[in-house]
């Protein structure tokens, strides 16, 4: 029987965490107080009750909207440090974070007052032993014009982001749209991760192109891949990371998806188990360890495969990667 102290003690890296995610209603309300911003409710209920959706389109209706309270340094600060306490509290060591420049930079926020925020939260973290880290995220429903300027806006903080990632909405918007500001970014040295949302109906052509053509290093979702046996063993061969989040997949279809996750990790594939947007689906990592060892009945050993992948297909340094391992 797995306990919740196993899972918190368990020793785990986060890769699929998207800042703006773990915006709770108590921060959004203070915040939005706080800036006078009218944000529709005003009570912690009322704003908990429009946190609920069925689908990607749905869940970013709600999402997006919400990011109007973040205004200042300290506001973006505020949200970071917040989950970073979460995260220590739930056994993470290493987290690389999404984080979404357009969805502020569209609001008229300046690329300077949400990175400093985010970046000051991961050198604070330090304090507590918490590794933070930055991954910033194109939205493949702008241009890839758009992203390239974000790539160029990015320039004076090159030293404080680790990585590019690409995420909203996937209709429509196949990874190949993203050839030019991803080639870019390989060229500057950049780390490289994509969403493959798991209700995307043409998802395995986008793997596709994401891994044959962009040649990206993980992949965010991504257990499509099960349909496949050749993407399967093409994943393994490189030793591809695939991070999971089985609560926000509850919420997208449904599904938890914990079948396609266990059966890909004991074909060898290096799958992690993430929260997403912990304030919208439910739950921070320990949670989703938590329910799909429930659901699935899992095992401790099972449990340590998938804390272990996800330090493996982190982004530190190999001889980093050996404390933890
Ligand atoms: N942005 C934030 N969370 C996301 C998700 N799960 N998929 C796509 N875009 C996102
Ligand atoms: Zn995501």
Redesign the pocket.
Known sequence: KITREFINGLPKAELHL?L??TLEPELKLELAKKNGIDIGQTTIEDVRKTYEYDS?AS??NV?YPGMAVLQTEDDFYQLAMAYLKHAKKDGVKHVEM?F?PQAHLTRGIPFDVFINGYYRACIDARAFNVDAHLIM?FL?DMSANYANEVLNMAKPYRNMILGVGL????HHNPPLKFISPFSNAISSGYHTTM?A?IDQVDSIDHIKQALEIINVERL??GTNIVENQDLVDWVNQRNLGLTS?PL?NGF?TNDMKGKEIVELMEQGVKVSINS??PA?FGGYIADNYEAIAKKYDLTAQQLVIFARNSFETSWISDFQKNTYL
């Open positions: 998207h703006e995610g990607l869940f970013l999402y999404f979404d995220c493949r995420d909203s909405d996937e969403h949302d965010d979702h989040c926000s997208v997403d947007d919208y």
